[in-house]
């Protein structure tokens, strides 16, 4: 099992930057891949951003230069640092993780809210 903890969502005004965090426990030497995505009210969960083991990463094309995955190794941990923030990046921000041997697991956190409004 991987268990993940997200931390850095709140209130912010539009222009403005937040920096999200997810560290991962249990079973962390077999994580794949970790990654951000979220879901607006009314709306699908989408894909925001991931990074694997080797760092590569991969991101939604509308954010593309706003927002920047990021990976600290020694720490477990993953962030997104997400800048220019809009009303529209309003939305429930979800890490997951995937793992396993083959890679086929995936864990998700309790998602963290980030609200963007004056």
């Known amino acids: 099992q991987v268990q993940l903890v997200e931390s850095g969502g709140g209130l912010v005004q539009p222009g403005g930057s937040l920096r999200l965090s997810c560290a991962a426990s249990g079973s962390i030497f077999s994580i794949y891949a970790m990654g951000w995505y979220r879901q607006a009210p009314g709306k699908q969960r989408e894909l925001v951003a991931t990074?694997?083991?080797?760092?590569?990463?991969n991101y939604a094309d509308s954010l593309k230069g706003r927002f920047t995955i990021s990976r600290d190794n020694a720490k477990n941990t993953v962030y997104l640092q997400m800048n220019s923030l809009k009303p529209e990046d309003t939305a429930v921000y979800y890490c997951?993780?995937?793992?396993?041997?083959?890679?086929?697991?995936?864990?998700w956190g309790q998602g963290t809210q980030v609200t963007v409004s004056s």
């Open positions: 990074i694997t083991n080797g760092g590569t990463t």
């Open positions: 997951n993780a995937r793992y396993g041997s083959p890679p086929t697991f995936l864990s």
